[in-house]
């Protein structure tokens, strides 16, 4: 699951370039694409201390 934002001037070529992907692929997440993205943020702090451990041993 992927979740960000897109900010581009109005009506240039990239502006229409995401819109029509937007359109095609849908432009609201489901609740449950929601939820599993909100459970991501709150555990991203203590899976990237495991991931620096790790590479610290390997350092």
Not at 38 to 54: D, F, S, W
Request: charged share 20%; net charge positive.
């Amino acid at each position: 699951l992927l979740g960000g934002a897109v900010i581009a001037r109005e009506h240039d070529e990239f502006f229409h370039r995401i819109q029509t992907i937007q359109k095609a692929g849908g432009a609201v997440p489901s609740p449950f694409d929601c939820w599993l993205l909100l459970r991501g943020i709150r555990t991203l702090p203590y899976r990237m201390r495991g991931h620096c451990a790790n590479a610290m041993k390997l350092a």
